[in-house]
């Protein structure tokens, strides 16, 4: 069985730091692009990193830039995404993501709540 299950999400306040994890279960991530996305409440789901099997290539959202930072386990089959610099507006529930074979899979995500 496919499984992609974050952890690591929480109440930090403003300026503070949160590190999520993704651990893949049920197949390799050797080989794969993997993502982290976010939705924040009664917004769409939306970008916010991305990394190559390699872990040499790395794209961000503008608005995460210089704060957030995603790397990749392949050994352990686990991605990370450490978030500095915590704003309010980076309150989301933060999935990652991999397209496998055609599918999307997804996680079940991880509420991170930012406080003013």
């Known amino acids: 069985q496919l499984q992609l299950v974050e952890s690591g999400g929480g109440l930090v306040q403003a300026g503070g730091s949160l590190r999520l994890s993704c651990v893949v279960s049920?197949?390799?991530?050797?080989?794969?692009?993997m993502a982290w996305f976010r939705q924040a409440p009664g917004k769409e789901r939306d970008f916010v990193a991305r990394?190559?099997?390699?872990?040499?290539?790395?794209d961000y959202t503008e608005s995460v830039k210089g704060r957030f930072t995603i790397s990749r386990d392949n050994a352990k089959n686990t991605l990370y995404l450490q978030m500095n610099s915590l704003k309010p507006e980076d309150t989301a529930v933060y999935y990652c993501?991999?397209?496998?074979?055609?599918?999307?899979?997804w996680g079940q995500g991880t509420q991170v709540i930012v406080s003013s």
């Open positions: 993501n991999t397209l496998y074979y055609g599918t999307d899979y």
């Open positions: 990394i190559t099997w390699t872990g040499t290539n790395t």
């Open positions: 049920g197949f390799t991530v050797s080989g794969l692009s």
